[in-house]
């Protein structure tokens, strides 16, 4: 089988070079959540479905979940794999939002969104891309036919250029940030949607993914007080796990604590309607910090996550938003009182971590994203 499949790749390679491109033809191919029309892939393909006049766009998928929601929008979606490698080898553009290393030496135009803002190193940055050679030169091969990454800031476009070993690197903001800039009305609609409209105030626990199996980040007794305070203030708690989490368990007998891991499919919905947030080390607080509302970093495994995880391409102690959080005692606290986050000092640090991040607070990266690649088109 596995010789089945690397004949076939590397016909399609072949294939690559003498099947003729079609001039405009945008190809959009999510890779890093297969299973769920959402993040930057799902924000720039229903702006260009409406705006770019230059050419057509497609979407392409095995997944029967993701096809079904493009096709929800009228948007053309190929759902045969051997059918979406015909329309990939025909686009002048192949639109991605992961590294996908099967591409390797192909005649492929890519334009890289990638999927998050996040502080660990990636692509050739890795630890374990720098101790294999092998690995190290494919992907720098792959990486060599990018022909735009998208970026946040100039900080982020500094750590691309070095994780991709390219210059393609723009600062255009991410098009999945546009939607925090919608009409209040479209906030209220999404309450509606996931049937918290009744709630006065929104707490979202977003936790990142870990290797490990950690302790739990809560006790029996902590989960109780909670949804104890949480029904006296008329407050909902949501959890929203990592796609790949295995290992977080949320009880299920408390009124005012849900977990909408698998009914939220876009977390940039959840973040929307969110009054508080509390995660950890994920990127997704990046994002958050475009509303200004408070963040809690909830650190309860500090120690043994910095050991274990994945290098960090920035030292995080210094540009995370404080407060760390590392005991479920504090935490509660937090969430009972939001004095914390009005002082001067806490505002400064929030501020310069959102500049860090974002360049651009407009609702118009999508936009950016969609010019730059006309430009490349016009080359």
């Known amino acids: 089988m596995k010789l089945i499949v690397l004949f076939s790749l590397r016909l399609l390679r072949g294939l690559s070079y003498l099947i003729p491109k079609k001039s405009g033809m945008l190809v959009f ?19 260009a479905h409406k705006n770019y006049k ?28 051997i059918l979406s490698y015909w329309y990939i080898l025909r686009a002048e553009f192949l639109v991605i939002d992961s590294t996908v290393t099967k591409y390797t030496g192909w005649n492929l135009k890519i334009i890289q969104l990638w999927h998050g803002t996040g502080f660990k190193n990636i ?16 992907f720098k091969k792959h990486y060599s036919q990018y022909k735009l990454v998208v ?37 209220e609609t999404l309450k509606n949607k996931y049937e918290i409209a009744s709630f006065d105030k929104i707490i979202s626990y977003t936790p ?42 949320v009880p299920k007998e408390y009124s005012n604590i849900r977990d909408l891991s698998k009914v939220c ?29 408070p963040i809690l970093l909830y650190v309860y495994d500090w120690d043994i996550y910095l050991k274990t995880c994945r290098s960090m391409y ?28 009005n002082t001067p000092q806490a505002q400064q640090n929030y501020k310069q971590f959102r500049n860090k ?23």
């Open 29 to 47: 191919q999510q890779r890093h959540n297969q299973n769920q029309f959402s993040g930057n892939i799902k924000a720039l393909v229903l702006y």
């Open 123 to 138: 692509g050739l940055l890795q630890d374990s891309i720098i101790k294999d050679r092998y690995k190290f030169l494919k």
């Open 54 to 81: 230059n050419g057509s766009i497609y979407v392409v998928s095995d997944s029967k979940t993701l096809y079904h929601e493009v096709a929800s929008y009228r948007i053309p979606v190929i759902g045969n794999k």
């Open 314 to 341: 920035y030292n995080i102690e210094n540009i995370l938003p404080r407060p760390f959080v590392q005991h479920e005692e504090e935490l509660l606290e937090r969430i009972i009182g939001n004095d914390w986050f």
């Open 265 to 293: 499919v876009d977390v940039q919905e959840l973040l929307l309607i969110t009054d508080l947030l509390i995660s950890d080390y994920s990127g997704i607080i990046t994002d958050f910090a475009i509303t200004n509302r």
């Open 208 to 249: 990142t993914f870990r290797d490990f199996k950690t302790s739990a980040p809560f006790t029996d007794s902590f989960w109780s007080r909670l949804n104890d305070h949480l029904v006296s203030t008329n407050f909902l708690f949501i959890i929203k796990k990592h796609p790949w989490d295995k290992y977080l368990e």
């Open 357 to 379: 991040f974002h360049k651009y607070l407009d609702g118009n990266s999508s936009e950016r994203v969609m010019n730059e690649i006309v430009r490349i088109q016009n080359q």
């Open 151 to 187: 970026a946040t800031s100039e900080d982020d476009q500094k750590r691309k250029q070095g994780s991709f070993g390219i210059s393609n690197v723009v600062v255009t903001g991410s098009p999945r940030n546009d939607v925090f800039f919608e009409e209040e009305s479209y906030f």
